[in-house]
T-cell receptor, first 114, second 112 residues
Framework: NAGVTQTPKFQVLKTGQSMTLQCAQD?????MSWYRQDPGMGLRLIHY???????DQGEVPNGYNVSRSTTEDFPLRLLSAAPSQTSVYFC?????????????FGEGSRLTVL | KQEVTQIPAALSVPEGENLVLNCSFT??????LQWFRQDPGKGLTSLLL?????REQTSGRLNASLDKSSGRSTLYIAASQPGDSATYLC???????????FGKGMKLTVNP
């Protein structure tokens, strides 16, 4: 089982560029989410989804878009990157809704915006 | 607003010690609490999940307890080993919410 797979692992962008961080899971999990992890700030929820076609905002959604067209995939889009979006991004999934069980994390995507 | 605190931020101990890691939260209306481990440059791995109706969970050398009324959880690590060195995070799920709130973590170093 691959679990939660994130690509790319590392990315450098210039201010104003756009990109998509990919997240895929092969566990048939309904719940998927994106977090960013910054030194001294801990993990903060960006967006989440409780099933295909359903997404909602987390704590820090500004500057990010998501969609959920399939159960397996939950991409995170940065439309116009800013230096404040330099961070490590984690995708996580859970069977059913998040309050039914443990959360499985990907290995992370380290993004630097110059 | 729920706040989750882990103190101290870092701990260094010799191998073999029994450890207690603390997690406190401000709003006791939680659905569950999870403890995670994060190795450098890696994602988080769930260690233990405690539902609000439970008092504790055990897995191997790990035991987590939950006291909702006092807003506290502890993670007990028995006979610590160098391989236990990592950052440990706790997270709570507010009742009726889909959003986990994380503490900032505690970096544990177990010295041989």
């Amino acid at each position: 089982n691959a679990g939660v797979t994130q690509t790319p692992k590392f990315q450098v962008l210039k201010t104003g560029q756009s990109m998509t961080l990919q997240c895929a899971q092969d566990m048939n999990h309904e719940y998927m989410s994106w977090y960013r992890q910054d030194p001294g700030m801990g993990l903060r929820l960006i967006h989440y989804s409780v099933g295909a076609g359903i997404t909602d905002q987390g704590e820090v959604p500004n500057g990010y878009n998501v969609s959920r067209s399939t159960t397996e995939d939950f991409p995170l889009r940065l439309l116009s990157a800013a230096p404040s979006q330099t961070s490590v991004y984690f995708c996580a999934s859970s069977y059913g809704r998040v309050n039914t069980g443990e959360l499985f994390f990907g290995e992370g995507s380290r993004l630097t915006v110059l | 607003k729920q706040e989750v605190t882990q103190i101290p931020a870092a701990l260094s101990v010799p191998e073999g010690e029994n450890l207690v890691l603390n997690c406190s939260f401000t709003d006791s209306a939680i659905y569950n609490l999870q403890w995670f481990r994060q190795d450098p440059g890696k994602g988080l791995t769930s260690l233990l999940l405690i539902q609000s109706s439970q008092r504790e969970q055990t897995s191997g050398r790990l035991n987590a307890s939950l006291d909702k009324s006092s807003g506290r959880s502890t993670l007990y690590i028995a006979a610590s080993q160098p391989g236990d060195s990592a950052t440990y995070l706790c997270a709570v799920l507010q009742g009726g919410s889909e959003k986990l709130v994380f503490g900032k973590g505690m970096k544990l170093t177990v010295n041989p």
